[in-house]
């Protein structure tokens, strides 16, 4: 199971720290990430973390404001966004199963998803 929380209202040019709860994973194995969807947009892939290659990888539009990290001891992951913009209006959803392949975000199956918690940003 996967819960979110953390998401609200900001200003542009504000910052919000997402956090994920991760149960019912091999959590130190598994690749785990962000997705997020926009209203009347597809769903996006924001980051994903692969324990398997240490690496964490960043959607263009987000490298140097948000980091991604990873609490093993808590089952938990963050999202630590800067510099919101409007355009990162979206509803962030935390995603196990992820992968990046070839500049682009995907996800194993039907992925391992969370019900996702809202950011608005305010211009």
Do not use: H
Request: aromatic fraction near 14%; proline fraction near 2%.
């Amino acid at each position: 199971q996967l819960v979110e929380s953390g998401g609200g209202l900001v200003q542009t040019g504000g910052s919000l720290r997402l956090s994920c709860a991760a149960s019912g994973l091999n959590f130190e194995q598994d690749a785990i990430g962000w997705y997020r969807q926009a209203p009347g947009k597809e769903r996006e892939g924001v980051v994903c973390s692969i324990s398997s290659d240490g690496n964490t990888y960043y959607a263009d539009d987000v490298k140097g404001r948000f980091t991604f990290s990873r609490d093993k001891a808590k089952s938990m992951v963050y999202l630590q966004m800067n510099s919101l913009k409007p355009e990162d209006t979206a509803d962030y959803i935390c995603v196990a199963d992820c992968y990046y392949l070839i500049d682009s975000f995907g996800y194993y199956g039907e992925g391992y998803w969370g019900k996702g918690t809202r950011v608005t940003v305010s211009s």
